[in-house]
């Protein structure tokens, strides 16, 4: 196990893709809680992994770029190899405040919660309308299918368990990983909560392709819901056999 998992079993990961401008501040902030900070390089074109070894992270890098969902398994294989208990993820464009980690770690520590989501659906107003049309779409059906109450889906700030993410073994390369996660904990009984974050916005272009990324939310959450009556029928049919 790796000494510092041993003193606090809390890892920062910050999946990273052409962030070199916005990735050294990103750090500096997550260097204040005294956690390890990991940051996986996803093959960008930019000077992204010098600045953040420059700033303090450890850094792993994708030689190409693999998508999100993949920067996630990568940092989160490194947690389950060096013995972290759980991982605050956060994005390393600058549009979350590193200064509110405390809010799931408090979570955490209070509640023993397997999954935290930051939600900035509290103050949607700032965000770009059609992220948040899709989000609100995305939430409200994640909700129905696992019974959970989730208003931010593809929320990237979180606290989860490694646990859950090597239990569930998200398959997307993409954004949907992250809504593909709360998915599979939910059905697995992990527990999952939020908390109230903030987002800051620039103006910048998302990375998120809101067409094929909600298809593909879709077809992930069809399957989902599909299996569970499936998994119900099957119940149904053992008790009266």
């Not at 509110?100 to 900035?120: A, Q």
């Not at 109230?196 to 989902?224: H, Q």
């Amino acid at each position: 196990m790796n000494d510092a998992a041993g003193e606090s079993g809390i890892m920062i990961l910050i999946p990273a893709f052409n962030a070199a401008g916005f990735i050294a501040d990103v750090v500096k902030g997550c260097l204040k809680w005294e956690f390890p900070v990991i940051v996986v390089n996803d093959g960008s074109a930019d000077a992204t992994a010098e600045t953040a070894e420059g700033a303090g992270a450890i850094v792993v890098t994708h030689e190409n770029n693999m998508g999100k969902g993949k920067a996630l398994a990568t940092g989160f294989d490194y947690a389950g190899r060096n013995g972290y208990e759980a991982v605050v993820t956060l994005d390393a464009d600058g549009q979350h405040d590193p200064s509110e980690i405390g809010r799931f770690l408090e979570e955490f520590r209070s509640n023993g919660t397997d999954v935290v989501v930051g939600t900035r659906m509290r103050h949607a107003g700032s965000m770009p309308w059609l992220r948040r049309l899709v989000n609100r779409s995305s939430s409200f059906a994640i909700s129905r299918i696992t019974g959970a109450r989730i208003t931010d889906c593809h929320s990237g700030y979180r606290l989860v368990r490694t646990k859950v993410w090597q239990s569930v073994g998200p398959e997307s390369p993409r954004f949907d990983a992250e809504p593909e996660l709360l998915i599979g904990a939910a059905q697995r009984s992990f527990t999952i909560s939020e908390v109230p974050v903030r987002t800051i916005y620039r103006g910048e272009k998302s990375e998120i392709s809101p067409s094929l990324d909600a298809w593909m939310f879709i077809k992930r959450a069809f399957r989902a819901l599909l299996n569970r009556r499936r998994a119900a029928a099957r119940r149904r049919l053992s008790r009266t056999a």
